[in-house]
């Protein structure tokens, strides 16, 4: 094959920096070329044209060039639900290119958190983060942490991807099953 590349669309920084620590290694065994990029601040319209020049260069010959796309569960009662709204406010993306966290972001960020780093850290351990918010989530940091990113990124330090796919049945679909659909 010729040239592969993915790009991967998230919500915004958190995310950003969530895939690009934890998630953008593991797409990289299969692409020449990734990229996590944010969508959050753009025009839907904006979005829906990248999609569109996406879809137009995996058309050429030796090129593979795909794309996922994450957003939160928000008010959905369902993945299906999420999924749907997302396919009438972007029409072009594909249903099986979106992956949805169950809860937020920052559930994923906490279920890759063993026991040892729990107690380091001054956190209660959740074990499965299938319910966490972000609001939940700000209620763990510690004050010893200057803002909340230093505590993701102290998260990131020691992330455990096998716990997490215990910790987070979002995660565990994403790593187990839609990750090696996508990146076959």
């Not at 879809?55 to 010959?61: G, K, L, N, R």
């Not at 983060?129 to 990131?156: H, Q, V, W, Y």
């Amino acid at each position: 094959m010729g040239y592969t590349r993915m790009t991967i669309w998230v919500e915004g920084p958190d995310d950003v920096r969530f895939f690009e620590r934890i998630i953008k290694p593991i797409v990289h065994r299969s692409y020449d070329f990734v990229e996590v990029r944010p969508y959050a601040t753009l025009k839907d319209s904006k979005l829906i044209g990248f999609i569109h020049s996406i879809d137009s260069v995996a058309q050429s010959p030796g090129i593979r060039y795909d794309y996922i796309l994450q957003r939160d569960l928000d008010d959905a009662p369902c993945f299906t639900e999420a999924r749907s709204r997302w396919a009438v406010r972007i029409p072009c993306c594909k249903p099986g290119r979106i992956v949805v966290p169950k809860g937020e972001i920052e559930a994923w960020y906490l279920g890759g958190v063993a026991p040892t780093q729990c107690n380091a850290l001054g956190i209660q351990c959740i074990g499965n983060t299938d319910g966490i918010t972000k609001e939940s989530f700000n209620a763990l940091i510690p004050k010893r942490f200057s803002s909340r990113i230093d505590f993701m990124n102290e998260l990131l330090r020691s992330y455990d991807i096998d716990l997490a796919t215990a910790n987070n049945a979002s995660f565990h679909y994403l790593i187990r099953d839609f990750l090696p659909r996508i990146c076959a």
